[in-house]
């Protein structure tokens, strides 16, 4: 009948398309108009903005950005905008599956959370506690994070526990560590608006951080210089473009701080007093002249004079990087080479002054902080014996329980399944069949596991499909916690909306799991709520550089958030060294891991769209998102394209020593460099990671996804 | 010029007031645009619009080489032009343009889905919404604006790209130039308001990200059916009248007594006219034909509408809107043929010149009707469309279609004799030269848009040589052996005794037919349409 009233044009869905007026947002569509909004914080990046979701007989039907929240003034990106689809997306985990003869079967949660411990426990039993890995996300609220290290360490007494946030922002970690003695980015986004000159390096921010574009657009005065090989959207909109070789940005920056030096516009004081190692630097900088280092860069020599000049010049200097130097094997290196330019020039602690790592995932600094993987909770050292006792302490355990050094990090659990050490692995929140490198190697080492748990919020994506318990998780929206931006901004996170089917919030299960393995009285004696975990972690960070003592639940939702550290770290020039001095890196610049090849004569360069978030497990089901970014494409400049014969839009196959893409969509376009291609990585229908090299930074264990060879074939 | 920053949510101030004579519009910066595409979602928040619908729509357009390359991005909803064709066009009156701000907005369930105004504005800004069965489009959140709330998309733009500011209606219909910028089309067609700022010093060799991605139109099967069967059936309706006017001539020749011949016809003392006693009853069957093809065709143009049950409102506007005159001359040339064709069945006595009257009446609306039709694609946002080519090929199908059809008829009901056979060679003459124009036009019109700069005209030529190459070729090649094979075909058969003329003739009629469907489906699926500038997808 309906049908029939549409086709004769009686029914038009007025009710659908009505419009009524919000209290809070104005005239908008009556649909969208919630019964209540629920303050939180975007679940996708780490820019951490600040959001209304709004909530209609149970439904999250919209969200709105929050215009007193400091981060974002009330905007949004288009994949926040659209975030309440996720919620009530197509293809949510609804209950738990085992696999039962080759096929994954319901279960009740009772038998699924005693089958993961038993066969945990088993595994454990057989091969050793260590035989059993963990890989984890950077997008749980920091509750969860610290219960789930404390469950993995304390509990089931494996250090093999690791996150995504390894194929991430580790090099930051590692070159934040190595140069001023722990975690933590030391600037903020208010540097954005004041800062005289602000240098991206390997950021395409208007892609994958557009509201940092908000603050970036109050400042009227900057000079805005990008590095990157490819021509991004940022790199467009910047005041000074350098177009350098992939793989160079240490020649860069040691070239920078050669000129910085020669042209007289370092700090003397500031490398007195806060910094050492500026001997070796200087000496080891001498060979950096312009001319070397253009020959490495590709980049013009007055190129070089100019940016070395605008630098040097700048009251207030802040450098950001993201994933363009982390994902690298020299990723940690790099990250020291633009601490070392920084504290050098005294660009360190004040406002506009800063290095800075635009963090990828909403949560990963929470777990930097509190997970318990890199790191001991609060920033505390493995290998410093006082942080173990201190933490024994605070838990009541023997110092022996603490570990003594990291486990294995992501990379090398995934070695350590294929050389049979490993026999177990949890996997929460996190889709390695899109995300890792080299994917027939992944392939394998998850063959030979004897049982493979995956938690997550959505079935089937890539991951769950080939799990033997797959556990169903509530999402963003469902859950309440804290999350930390890339500024140490903590803010918090709030349930809006009932958990679809029988999905439990991570936190319940690890508690579950914890109550089955016997360990929940020991470790979280009295839990019961997200809160009662906070508040041990502010009790456990207190007194250090992460310091929450005094950021409660109260105080974040009066205060839109709030900065653990203040607005800037380091502004007295102490830094977290024994010395309390930066350590300046002398570094040099390695060549690529994998170069171009007859056979492969391209460099493959991967990245982001603004569309899309990670592996599209939600983003590809969110309609609006999916319609403007539907498919995978590979960028060619035209001069190759021609030599190719190809036409826009032609599908090609694209190939490498490890593996291959059968279909993808030529995009002839200007903005990447001749002998360059780029892919996006979140389509697993034309995965770009079957292409890339399974080659890690030796410190920080972050692969090398930015460079390898291929070849281009007409299909 | 601008009211207020960029202040979401609640903190917006109250709205700078008009002036008399001035609008509200957008003003948006190539150069400050990071194609983020929030404006985007958030018009379809604030809209609650489906995926397809994009009211608001960022492009990209991009030129020069690495690492001089420029990509700009050029977001762009309805510029709530002065001089918008979406209402010009509009056959039933349903936009208008508001006192308050400016906005063009449209009547709330006066649309009837016909989509007219999706040809007519350059900009794609009306949508056709599948779900409603309706045209929709921006309104400048006309709403949001009385109320002191910025649009969403303004609201949500992180760069400070898009704002709202007001102009002064009768300076900017003097200077629109700032309407203009690479990728978009010339703001003359409609005096769109949207103020553009352009970076300085761009190259000229900027192409849009959509330049070769072509995407065929609709191909709008019933108005394939509806066009193609009005013209036949007009095209019929005067072959009819000339066969009668012919056949009156060669019964009453000139210089002949008329006395004497009508005593011949009445009384029979006299052989009759070889042939003339069928064709007496060809002439009363014939109408009807034709009228079944008037009627099947204006019957499948009603579901062209999203909103049938309407399609009366469609008449509304007949004094402005060709769409509303097609309407119009082709229901009164489907009464008039009913009436005169049931007059002619019945021979009632009628007062003299009554039926010739009511034939030229029929010709008339059914001539104006086709040209009407014509005028409907003759619009500047449909470039392939908007020629003087268009009425040529809708007259041609009709005088080739038609003479066929009749031509069918009298064969089936005649032994083509020598007698009548003026009428035949007569019909077919016309099959012929309307035949050779239609061919004609096809082949001056793939010279031209080859021939041409333009981005949709490029389009155009692209998807009839590549896409659609075997389509094109099988229509040029169907209506060529037509053309060829009637005249030798006639011949042949006729002096062989003509036995199976009406079998070749009806095989001509629906190859010929066949064609004239095939090149009406090009015609709709190759017309590439002016719009703002795309992505790449």
């Known amino acids: ?155 089931f007494k494996t250090t093999h526990y690791d996150g995504n946030t390894t194929l991430c922002m580790s090099s930051a970690v590692s070159g934040y560590k190595r140069s001023f003695g722990s975690d933590g980015p030391p600037g903020a986004y208010q540097d954005l608006e004041v800062a005289d000159v602000v240098f991206l390096i390997g950021a395409n921010i208007a892609d994958n951080h557009p509201i940092l574009w908000e603050h970036l657009k109050k400042n009227k005065n900057r000079t805005l210089i990008v590095a990157d090989p490819r021509l991004s959207k940022t790199a467009m909109m910047a005041d000074v473009y350098l177009p350098l070789q992939p793989h160079t940005d240490i020649a860069l920056i040691n070239g920078l701080m050669h000129l910085t030096i020669r042209n007289g516009r370092i700090d003397p004081d500031y490398i007195r007093e806060h910094t050492t190692g500026f001997q070796e630097l200087a000496a080891h900088l001498k060979k950096y002249t312009p001319e070397f280092v253009a020959k490495i860069t590709g980049l013009p020599t007055d190129l070089l004079e100019k940016t070395a000049l605008l630098y040097g010049n700048a009251k207030a200097a802040f450098t950001g990087w993201t994933m363009g130097v982390n994902h690298s094997t020299q990723g940690t290196e790099t990250v020291n080479a633009i601490n070392t330019l920084s504290l050098i020039t005294g660009n360190v602690g004040r406002p506009g002054a800063s290095p800075f790592s635009i963090t990828g995932q909403c949560n990963a600094m929470g777990t930097r902080e509190a997970g318990f993987t890199s790191s001991l909770p609060g920033y505390r050292k493995f290998e410093e014996a006082s942080h173990r006792e201190e933490l024994a302490r605070l838990w009541g355990v023997s110092v022996k329980e603490i570990p003594q050094k990291r486990g294995w990090a992501y990379p090398d659990i995934v070695e350590g399944i294929i050389k049979g050490v490993i026999k177990g692995l949890w996997v929460i929140g996190t889709n390695p069949f899109v995300s890792y490198p080299n994917q027939e190697l992944l392939h394998d080492a998850i063959s030979r596991l004897e049982f493979l748990v995956v938690q997550d919020g959505f079935h089937p994506t890539p991951t769950t499909e080939v799990a033997d318990l797959v556990l169903p998780a509530a999402i963003w929206g469902e859950k309440e916690g804290t999350f930390t931006n890339s500024e140490r901004r903590v803010s918090k996170v709030n349930r809006a909306v009932a958990a679809p089917g029988e999905a439990k919030t991570d936190f319940k299960i690890f508690l579950e799991v914890a109550k089955r393995l016997g360990c929940y009285e020991k470790l979280f004696a009295n839990w019961h709520t997200p809160k009662d975990a906070y508040d041990e972690w502010r009790l456990v960070s207190r007194g250090r550089l992460c310091d929450y003592w005094d950021i409660t639940y109260e105080k974040l939702e009066h205060e839109r958030g709030m900065q653990w550290g203040g607005a800037r770290l380091y502004t007295d020039g102490v830094f977290q060294t024994e010395d309390g001095k930066a350590k300046l890196w002398a570094i040099e610049c390695h060549e690529m891991p994998e170069k171009p090849s007859p056979g492969f004569p391209f460099i493959l360069n991967t990245g982001r769209t603004v569309e899309h978030w990670h592996t599209r497990t939600k983003t590809g089901r969110i309609e609006v998102l999916e319609k403007m970014s539907p498919e995978a494409w590979v960028e060619i400049n035209p001069a190759d394209a021609k030599k190719l014969k190809l036409a826009q839009h032609e599908a090609v196959r694209v190939l490498s020593q490890r593996g291959r893409i059968n279909k993808v969509h030529v995009r002839i376009t200007g903005i990447v460099q001749p002998g360059h291609v780029f892919i996006p990585f979140h389509y697993i229908e034309a995965c770009a990671n079957n292409l890339t090299v399974a080659e890690f930074d030796p410190i920080s264990r972050e692969p090398n996804y930015k460079q390898c060879a291929v070849r281009i074939e007409k299909i | 010029m601008e009211f207020g920053g960029r202040e979401p949510g609640l903190n917006e101030g109250p709205l700078i007031p008009l002036e008399s004579g001035e609008q509200y519009r957008f003003h948006f910066d190539m150069g400050k645009c990071i194609g983020c595409k929030c404006c985007e979602v958030a018009c379809h928040e604030q809209n609650n619009n489906p995926a397809d619908v994009q009211w608001r729509q960022v492009g990209e357009i991009e030129g020069g080489e690495f690492p001089k390359t420029t990509r700009l991005y050029v977001s762009m909803a309805c510029n709530h032009c002065l001089e918008p064709t979406c209402l010009t066009g509009c056959p039933t009156d349903t936009y208008y343009k508001d006192p308050i701000t400016g906005a063009v907005r449209m009547r709330a369930d006066s649309c009837i889905g016909c989509g007219y105004c999706t040809w007519n504005c350059p900009y794609e800004a009306p949508q056709f919404n599948p779900e409603r069965n309706m045209v929709t489009k921006c309104d400048l959140c006309h709403n949001r604006l009385v109320e002191g709330h910025l649009p969403a998309c303004v609201a949500a733009c992180p760069s400070g790209a898009i704002e709202i500011e007001k102009v002064n209606q009768g300076a900017w219909k003097q200077d629109h130039s700032q309407a203009n910028g690479p ?296 209506l060529l052996i037509t053309l060829i094979g009637i005249p030798l075909t006639l011949v042949g058969l006729l002096q062989s005794g003509g036995i199976g003329v009406p079998i070749w003739i009806g095989m001509f009629l629906f190859l010929a037919l066949g064609s004239e469907l095939l090149g009406r489906y090009l015609f709709f699926v190759s017309v590439v349409p002016k719009n703002r500038p795309e992505g790449y997808f």
């Open chain 1, 1 to 155: 009948m309906k049908s029939i009233l549409k086709f004769l044009g009686l029914d038009t869905a007025q009710e659908k398309y009505r419009y009524g007026y919000d209290p809070q947002y104005g005239y908008m569509s009556q649909a969208k108009i919630p019964d209540h909004w629920v303050p939180t914080t975007c679940g996708y990046c780490s820019v951490g903005c600040g959001m209304f979701l709004g909530v209609k007989e149970g439904r999250a039907v919209s969200v709105r950005g929050d215009p007193d929240h400091p981060v974002n003034e009330g905007v949004l990106c288009p994949k926040g905008l659209s975030e309440h689809h996720a919620i009530h997306a197509e293809g949510r985990a609804l209950y738990p599956l085992l696999k039962v003869k080759g096929k994954l079967r319901r279960l009740p949660w009772d038998q699924a959370l005693d089958t993961l411990v038993d066969r945990f426990v088993r595994i454990q039993r057989n091969y050793g506690s260590q035989a059993m890995g963990i890989l984890s996300t950077g997008q749980l609220v920091t509750e969860e994070f610290y219960t789930l290290g404390k469950l993995i360490q304390l509990g």
């Open chain 2, 183 to 478: 990728g978009v089309p010339e703001s003359s067609i409609t005096v769109s308001t949207t103020r553009l700022t352009v970076p300085p010093h761009l190259q000229a060799d900027l192409d849009r990200a959509d330049e070769y991605r072509l995407r065929p139109e609709k191909p709008h099967y019933s108005l394939i059916f509806m066009t193609v069967l009005t013209q036949l059936s007009v095209g019929g309706f005067l072959s009819l009248f000339l066969a009668e006017l012919l056949s009156h001539w060669m019964q009453h020749p000139p210089g002949a007594d008329p006395r004497q011949l009508s005593m011949t016809m009445a009384g029979g003392g006299l052989e009759p006219l070889a042939g003339a006693a069928p064709l007496q009853k060809f002439l009363q069957v014939g109408p009807f034909a034709m009228l079944g093809a008037a009627g099947l065709a204006l019957t499948t143009s009603v579901f062209h509408l999203g909103r049938p049950l309407f399609a009366w409102r469609a008449l509304k506007m007949w004094k402005r809107s060709w769409l509303s005159r097609e309407v119009l001359f082709f229901s009164l040339f489907a009464g008039l043929a009913s009436v005169y064709s049931i007059l002619r069945w019945r021979s009632l006595a009628l007062p003299p010149g009554t039926m010739e009257t009511l034939g030229v009446l029929v010709a008339m609306t059914g001539l104006a009707g086709i040209y009407s039709s014509a005028r409907i694609y003759m619009v500047p946002a449909r470039p392939s469309w908007n020629n003087i080519r268009t009425p040529i090929a809708f007259f041609s199908t009709g005088f080739l279609l038609g003479p066929l059809a009749i031509l069918l008829l009298f064969a089936a009901q005649s032994n083509l004799s020598q007698a009548v056979m003026l009428i035949g060679k007569t019909l077919v003459g016309i099959i012929l030269i309307a035949g050779f124009a239609q061919l004609g036009s096809i082949l001056v019109k793939l010279f031209y848009i080859i021939s041409r700069e333009e981005h949709e005209l490029r389009g155009t030529a692209k998807l009839l040589t590549q896409k659609f190459r075997t389509p094109f070729l099988s229509r040029i090649g169907s």
